[in-house]
């Protein structure tokens, strides 16, 4: 924060408004999967069946995110968020009201819609509203809410899911007064698109297609596949079945990995100053083959949070390092198209992560799930040993 500034940056208007959207984008799945093992009672559905709520949601991420990227450089930021935030919260609220799994299905795709562009749009529009470091603070302040979310949304999920399978789905009509906020309330500059179409692409795949761009990618798809496949999709079916635990333990317990992550994220700045943003990868993708392996093998409840909390540490150090490396190789005309394909790829993650989990499971049990994570954890210390070399900023 500059001296001139009356007020903390995290008091900004804009950014307020920013953290609400942050909000909205992590609430669609980890709100809902404490209620997993309710809605596969009430349905009489096995725990694949029920994880494709989460690949319906994610599915329209990876087919739409591309798009709603360049239509964010090359049309308008407030006019791609608006509807989105929109569909997210009738969609999504609408899902309360309906007792037919297949068109429980139908909706949950329709608010993935929505959601597709919220994750890409939020950080763009950090990076559109502030530099220097203001940007930087502005990044922090935005994780920070962002693991608040994360930590607090499965403990409310399971709060209400206690009253029934179909309450959690009630939270996303939140997004409908942000959307209005958006509206009247967000001042962001817009951005100028004054190169042809062709040329933009252009230069736009220049910057994606660069070697440690592409690592980074693959890397989130890997962190995203077990964080939503394994650790989302049948942790809470784990919980039950061995420890007899209820929707709000099973919230519980999950939210302590995000504050696991929260607290771990807040101290990055300080980790950097003494170790790379590559090391810090390779010691999360090790701590996530070390919590992955110890779940099926925890014995108790007590002991199931080790694990659960070395998982929220690995969160803490690799989502964050990967957003800083790729920023560092975003340039600013081509943003929203640069981020859209990291959207893209975390949506990718999230969709394939329940079914390749699934197929682990019908295999070897909720077990195997597990493992198949930690060889995947293991697969990410290789890749991120070989590829990841030395930040290389463009701007």
Not at 371 to 377: D, H, K, M, V
Request: net charge positive.
């Amino acid at each position: 924060m500059s001296d001139s500034e009356p007020r903390p940056l995290y008091l900004d208007p804009d950014l307020q408004i920013i953290f609400s959207v942050t909000l909205m984008a992590v609430l669609g799945v980890s709100s809902v999967t404490p209620a997993f093992p309710k809605i596969g009672r009430a349905f009489n559905l096995s725990s694949q069946a029920v994880g494709n709520l989460i690949t319906a949601f994610t599915l329209p991420g990876v087919l739409l995110t591309p798009l709603l990227g360049i239509l964010t450089d090359r049309y308008s930021r407030k006019k791609t968020l608006v509807p989105s935030l929109m569909t997210f919260g009738l969609a999504g609220s609408a899902c309360a009201l309906v007792r037919d799994f297949a068109f429980l299905l139908v909706l949950r795709f329709i608010q993935g819609i929505g959601a597709a562009a919220l994750s890409v749009l939020y950080i763009t529009l950090i990076g559109d509203l502030y530099s220097g470091k203001d940007r930087s603070a502005a990044m922090g302040y935005n994780a920070s809410v962002l693991s608040v979310g994360t930590a607090t949304y499965p403990a409310i999920g399971g709060a209400l899911a206690t009253l029934g399978w179909y309450y959690p789905f009630t939270l996303p009509i939140l997004a409908i007064p942000i959307g209005f906020l958006v509206i009247f309330t967000l001042e962001n500059p817009e951005p100028r698109h004054e190169q042809r179409l062709q040329r933009y692409l252009q230069q736009a795949w220049e910057n994606i297609k660069h070697g440690q761009s592409v690592a980074l990618f693959v890397l989130t798809l890997l962190t995203f596949v077990i964080l939503y496949g394994a650790y989302l999709t049948y942790l809470p079916f784990l919980m039950e079945s061995a420890f007899q635990a209820s929707p709000f333990t099973i919230g519980i317990t999950m939210s302590g990995m995000s504050l696991a992550t929260a607290v771990t994220s807040s101290q990055l700045g300080k980790l950097v100053q003494v170790c790379s943003e590559k090391l810090l990868i390779q010691i999360a993708c090790g701590l996530y083959a070390l919590a992955l392996l110890m779940i099926p093998l925890a014995p108790n409840l007590l002991t199931l949070w080790i694990p659960v909390i070395l998982f929220g540490v690995a969160q803490g150090l690799s989502i964050p390092n990967f957003q800083t490396l790729l920023a560092s190789l975003a340039p600013i005309e081509h943003r929203g198209a640069f981020l859209s394909v990291n959207g893209l790829v975390l949506r990718l993650g999230q969709t394939l992560g329940p079914p390749l989990m699934g197929v682990a499971s019908s295999m070897g049990g909720a077990g195997m799930t597990f493992y198949s994570g930690a060889a995947i954890a293991a697969v990410m210390l290789v890749l991120s040993a070989v590829t990841l070399k030395k930040r290389r900023n463009i701007q």
